[in-house]
């Protein structure tokens, strides 16, 4: 298996219950990881910078009917 995937976040469950990884590997691997909280965006300043009125904008799409 490609060294990369195997702690993607995508395939990280199916590679424990495969025995690829162990949870203490999982672990110490996302002990290794870098601190990134700075580089985060605040979402609700973001929503104000482009003029999203957060309670009316933020809502997700109603799900569309299929007819049969």
Same mark, same amino acid.
């Given at each position: 298996?490609? *060294? /990369? =995937?195997?702690? /993607?976040?995508? $395939?990280?469950?199916? @590679?424990?219950?495969? +025995?690829? =990884?162990?949870?203490?590997?999982?672990?110490?691997?996302? &002990?290794? $990881? *870098?601190?990134?909280?700075? @580089?985060?965006? @605040? $979402?609700?300043?973001?929503?104000?910078?482009? +003029?999203v009125?957060?309670?009316?904008?933020?809502?997700?799409? *109603?799900? &569309?009917k299929? +007819?049969?």
């Amino acid at each position: 298996m490609n *060294p /990369d =995937l195997l702690f /993607d976040v995508r $395939l990280l469950e199916r @590679n424990v219950t495969r +025995g690829r =990884l162990t949870a203490a590997e999982v672990a110490q691997h996302l &002990k290794s $990881l *870098p601190d990134a909280a700075a @580089n985060a965006a @605040n $979402l609700e300043e973001a929503l104000e910078d482009r +003029g999203v009125d957060e309670a009316s904008e933020a809502k997700p799409a *109603p799900a &569309k009917k299929t +007819g049969k």
